[in-house]
């Protein structure tokens, strides 16, 4: 069964269709990549999986249970880490919980556990301008996670980082996603993260904006580095450069 | 240790303008240029301090303490206006030209229908130092709370969080700064606002002190409580920057 499901989600703002008839299924431990042209809609599609706004038609299911236009249950992550400045890391991953209700002190402790496993170590007392690029978007992620458990949205996640950086970030994320048993919808700009990291690509594209196509990623090899200069991850980038174009 | 130098130097270059302002009219008026009934000398000004110590001390206290509660209702009076200018759009449109308008009401109009309409005491200082700080702060906050990045709402909210939870983890401290610049504003309105309050009536505080040497010719004592108000202006400014300092402990960390 699919953990997280979008059906049929339209959405209009002033009479113009943004989105229409899009349908996703995200089944545990996936990791799903949405590519498309810039205005296309994904940032708005988002948005209604998030809760932040009620679609015009469709429904969005978490776990068998309808969530359509409800905040609260799936959180997700941009490009910009945005972790607040006058918090403490610590105190900044702690805030999902304390925004659910959780005491202070209480949520300090629960959030503990998860720091080594995210290689945060250390950074619990200090503040984000202490930290580089690559570690502010572990500890955006782990506040993510400490938000929802199973799904998490990730708006253009790794785009702001260097390459080489970039590299490291996807090791790490795919290590820690089957670490911690989590699913992940991303929306990427750069083909080749999206082929690299995804078991599934999905092209949107049009106005209004709907997917056009779906190409599941097939690694015959073990490595996924070798896997990322064999003719095999070309051929994907050839066929998702056309459906773009 | 280049650093530090330059430092030094960084201080030292506007307390030499001071020294070589003081030294100048020091000369003028050992040469006697001017009369020194017009213009005291720098150790004439000392001395008239030094002369008039525990009165000016007293009359310093009367106008910190009306400053004081003057700016805790500013404070008080900017944080409530802002938070509803930016919870409620009517109240923005309400309030917006009402906030504006009082600060094109002239001070020196104003003061002397409050003596008439709160009597001689502390009152009509404190309202006249209310209306003159509570706008810088107003402002302040009210564009800190504005200026809240709206994606970080947006995050907020998809974590479930309500309107009072925005307000107090995004807008609220975002707007910190802006605050205390405000603020460092509005310490030294306080200080104005009394003393030209007490000017237009009053039985107590440097305004009134100000008031009587004026009367009296006594050139050398206005220099010095002119000197006395910039100095406690100074004082709270610094004060400010040190309320900052330990509550923005962040910003440390910064280069």
Redesign the interface.
């Known amino acids: 069964m699919a953990l997280l499901e979008a059906k049929n989600l339209a959405q209009s703002f002033e009479g113009q269709e943004i989105i229409s008839d899009v349908s996703i299924e995200l089944g545990p431990n996936e990791i799903v990549c949405l590519i498309g042209t810039s205005g296309v809609g994904k940032t708005t599609l988002f948005q209604i999986l998030s809760g932040l706004h009620q679609p015009t038609a469709g429904h969005v299911v978490l776990e068998g249970q309808d969530i359509t236009g409800q905040a609260g249950k799936i959180s997700y992550m941009l490009q910009k880490d945005m972790l607040l400045p006058y918090r403490t890391i610590e105190d900044n991953i702690a805030l999902p919980l304390i925004i659910q209700g959780t005491h202070k002190k209480e949520a300090r402790v629960r959030i503990q556990p998860y720091f080594e496993e995210f290689g945060l170590e250390g950074t619990q007392k200090k503040y984000p301008s202490q930290l580089s690029g690559g570690m502010r978007q572990r500890a955006a992620l782990l506040r993510t996670y400490m938000f929802s458990h199973k799904v998490v949205l990730l708006d253009e996640p790794f785009s702001a980082l260097d390459a080489l950086t970039k590299h490291e970030m996807h090791t790490w994320y795919l290590k820690i996603m089957e670490k911690i048993q989590l699913s992940t919808l991303f929306v990427s700009h750069d083909i080749d993260e999206a082929i690299y990291l995804s078991n599934r690509v999905l092209v949107m594209a049009g106005t209004p904006g709907t997917i056009i196509k779906e190409i599941p990623i097939v690694r015959t090899m073990k490595n996924r580095d070798e896997f990322g200069v064999s003719p095999q991850f070309l051929e994907y980038k050839k066929q998702l450069l056309a459906f773009l174009r | 240790m280049q650093k530090k130098l330059q430092n030094i130097t960084n201080k030292l270059i506007p307390l030499g303008t001071i020294l070589l302002f003081i030294g100048i009219w020091a000369f003028i008026c050992a040469k006697g240029l001017v009369p020194s009934f017009m213009l005291p000398s720098p150790s004439d000004v000392l001395r008239a301090f030094i002369g008039d110590f525990a009165l000016l001390m007293n009359h310093a206290r009367v106008t910190l303490v009306e400053a004081f509660w003057g700016l805790l209702g500013g404070i008080t009076i900017g944080f409530i206006v802002s938070i509803l200018m930016d919870q409620f759009n009517f109240a923005y449109r309400g309030f917006y030209p009402l906030v504006v308008i009082t600060q094109t009401i002239p001070t020196i109009a104003i003061a002397p229908l409050l003596v008439l309409w709160m009597g001689y005491g502390m009152w009509p200082k404190v309202v006249l130092v209310i209306i003159t700080t509570f706008f810088p702060i107003t402002i302040g906050l009210l564009d800190g709370f504005k200026s809240a ?1 709206p ?2 709402i ?8 309500n309107k009072i ?1 925005v307000f107090r ?2 807008k609220l ?2 707007s ?1 700064t802006n605050f205390f610049s405000s603020l460092r504003i509005s310490v030294t309105y306080s200080i104005v606002g009394a003393v030209i309050s007490e000017w237009l009536g009053g039985f107590n505080g440097l305004g009134v002190y100000m008031i009587r040497v004026k009367k009296s010719y006594a050139f050398d004592k206005m220099f010095a409580v002119i000197l006395l108000i910039s100095a406690l202006s100074l004082l709270l400014m610094k004060l400010v920057d040190l309320l900052k300092y330990t509550t ?3 910003e440390r ?2 280069k």
Do not use: N, V
Not at chain 2, 154 to 161: P, T
């Open positions: 990045d994606d970080m947006d995050l907020m909210r998809s974590m479930g969080a939870q983890y995004i401290p975002g910190l923005m402990k962040w960390t910064k």
